[in-house]
C-alpha cells in the first residue's frame, strides 16, 4: 500500500523472465491478445500508471489514463507537454504521494507498469503482482523484469523473497502458453 491506494504491478515475461531484448525492444513472441485484454481491463480499474520513460501500454485508451513517467531529466515533478493527463516525476526529487497529488488522481489503485527499474523499485510495497508467463519464448540477454533476474534467479524467487505468495496459474491462452499467476501480499 502507499497511503490508502493499493499497489499493483502488471507484467509479461518470457520463460527465462525478461520483458524485452537487449535493445529494449518487446518482442511479438510475448505479446498476446488474450493477455492484452486482461492487462488493458485491469489498467481501467486503476486511478494511476507509473512506468519509466521507454514504457507505455498502448491501446485506445491510453490517453485517459492518469500517469506518471519516471525520469531524470527534470527535478521532481514538471507537466509532460505531449500529454496532458502524465506529469514527469524524478522520485529523487519528490515522493510518489507529491506526485499522485500533483496529478490529481482519484483513490484508487497504483498500477506500475515497467520497466525493470520500475518493477525493482514497487517490490517492497506490492499488494499484488500479475505475472504473466508466455512458456515458448524465450529472450536470451533480454532486460529481466526485476534487476537480478537470470538463470540462477526467477520472478517467483524476486517476488516470494518480497514477502508476496502465488495463486493458482491459470491459462490466459493455453495454446500459446500464456498464463497468469496473481502474487498476493499476506494480511
Ligand atoms: N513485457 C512487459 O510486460 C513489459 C513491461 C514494461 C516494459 N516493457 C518493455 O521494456 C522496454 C523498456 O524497459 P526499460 O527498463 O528499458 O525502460 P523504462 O523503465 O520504461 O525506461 C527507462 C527510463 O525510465 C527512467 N527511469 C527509470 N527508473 C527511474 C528512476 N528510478 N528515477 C528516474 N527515472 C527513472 C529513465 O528515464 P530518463 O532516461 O529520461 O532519465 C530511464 O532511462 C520496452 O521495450 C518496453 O516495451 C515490457
Given at each position: 500500500?502507499i497511503?490508502?491506494?493499493?499497489?499493483?504491478?502488471?507484467?509479461?515475461?518470457?520463460?527465462?523472465?525478461?520483458?524485452?531484448?537487449?535493445?529494449?525492444?518487446?518482442p511479438?513472441?510475448?505479446?498476446?491478445?488474450?493477455?492484452?485484454?486482461?492487462?488493458?481491463d485491469?489498467?481501467?480499474?486503476?486511478?494511476?500508471?507509473?512506468?519509466?520513460?521507454?514504457?507505455?501500454?498502448?491501446?485506445?485508451?491510453?490517453?485517459?489514463?492518469?500517469?506518471?513517467?519516471?525520469t531524470r531529466?527534470?527535478?521532481?515533478?514538471?507537466?509532460?507537454?505531449?500529454?496532458?493527463n502524465?506529469?514527469?516525476?524524478?522520485p529523487?526529487?519528490?515522493?510518489?504521494?507529491?506526485?499522485?497529488?500533483?496529478?490529481?488522481?482519484?483513490?484508487?489503485?497504483?498500477?506500475?507498469?515497467?520497466?525493470?527499474?520500475?518493477?525493482?523499485?514497487?517490490?517492497?510495497?506490492?499488494?499484488?503482482?500479475?505475472?504473466?508467463?508466455?512458456?515458448?519464448?524465450?529472450?536470451?540477454?533480454?532486460?529481466?523484469?526485476?534487476?537480478?533476474?537470470?538463470?540462477?534467479?526467477s520472478?517467483?524467487?524476486?517476488?516470494?523473497?518480497?514477502?508476496?505468495?502465488?495463486?493458482?496459474?491459470?491459462?490466459?491462452?493455453?495454446?500459446?502458453?500464456?498464463?497468469?499467476?496473481?502474487w498476493?501480499?499476506?494480511?
Open positions: 500500500m497511503g490508502p491506494r493499493r499497489v499493483e504491478g502488471y507484467v509479461i515475461v518470457s520463460s527465462d523472465g525478461m520483458i524485452a531484448d537487449a535493445d529494449g525492444i518487446m511479438a513472441a510475448i505479446h498476446n491478445d488474450a493477455d492484452q485484454k486482461f492487462f488493458q485491469a489498467l481501467d480499474r486503476t486511478a494511476v500508471l507509473v512506468h519509466g520513460r521507454h514504457s507505455h501500454e498502448g491501446g485506445p485508451r491510453a490517453a485517459q489514463r492518469k500517469r506518471l513517467v519516471l531529466q527534470t527535478a521532481a515533478i514538471a507537466p509532460d507537454p505531449a500529454h496532458p502524465s506529469l514527469l516525476w524524478n529523487a526529487g519528490a515522493t510518489i504521494e507529491q506526485a499522485i497529488a500533483a496529478l490529481g488522481a482519484p483513490a484508487r489503485a497504483i498500477a506500475a507498469i515497467g520497466g525493470t527499474e520500475v518493477f525493482s523499485m514497487f517490490l517492497p510495497v506490492y499488494d499484488a503482482f500479475y505475472l504473466s508467463r508466455a512458456a515458448h519464448a524465450e529472450i536470451p540477454g533480454g532486460r529481466p523484469v526485476f534487476t537480478g533476474v537470470g538463470p540462477d534467479l520472478p517467483e524467487d524476486v517476488l516470494a523473497r518480497h514477502g508476496l505468495k502465488a495463486g493458482p496459474r491459470r491459462n490466459l491462452d493455453a495454446a500459446a502458453g500464456i498464463t497468469l499467476a496473481i498476493e501480499r499476506s494480511p
